[in-house]
Nanobody, 126 residues
Framework: QVQLVESGGGLVQAGGSLRLSCAAS????????MGWFRQAPGKEREFVAA????????YYANSVKGRFTISRNNAKNTVYLQMNSLNDEDTAVYVC???????????????????WGQGTQVTVSS
C-alpha cells in the first residue's frame, strides 16, 4: 500500500515557476514508477510526466516537454515536478500516482497506476 500526498501548488503568473512535491508513505516507494497527471475543469485527466523506480528514465507529454522536469529522491520517499515557463493552459489539479514496477523502461508511462493522491491546484494567471 502506498499513500501519496501532494504539495506545492498555488497561484503563479504566466512565465513563472512552481515545484510540486509528492510524499509517499509505505516501504514500497522505491519499487514504484511514479507519474504526474493533471485535470483541468471540464477536461479529462491527462498524463504529464513519469519516472522509473531508479530515476534513470523519464517521460513527458509533448505539451510540457522542455518546460517540466520530474525527479525523485528515494531516500525521502518523494517525487517532484519542477514546472517552468507556465502558461494558462497549465492550470489544473495536479495528481501524482504510483505503480509497482521495477523495469528501467516503461512501456506505458501514462497508464496502469495503482495508487493516486488527492491532488494540488495549480493556477496560472495571464
Amino acid at each position: 500500500q502506498v499513500q501519496l500526498v501532494e504539495s506545492g501548488g498555488g497561484l503563479v503568473q504566466a512565465g513563472g515557476s512552481l515545484r510540486l512535491s509528492c510524499a509517499a508513505s509505505g516501504r514500497t516507494f522505491s519499487n514504484c514508477a511514479m507519474g504526474w497527471f493533471r485535470q483541468a475543469p471540464g477536461k479529462e485527466r491527462e498524463f504529464v510526466a513519469a519516472i522509473t523506480w531508479s530515476g534513470r528514465n523519464t517521460y513527458y507529454a509533448n505539451s510540457v516537454k522542455g518546460r517540466f522536469t520530474i525527479s525523485r529522491n528515494n531516500a525521502k520517499n518523494t517525487v517532484y515536478l519542477q514546472m517552468n515557463s507556465l502558461n494558462d493552459e497549465d492550470t489544473a489539479v495536479y495528481v501524482c500516482a504510483a505503480k509497482l514496477n521495477l523495469r528501467e523502461r516503461l512501456e506505458r508511462p501514462d497508464r496502469d497506476y495503482n495508487y493516486w493522491g488527492q491532488g494540488t491546484q495549480v493556477t496560472v494567471s495571464s
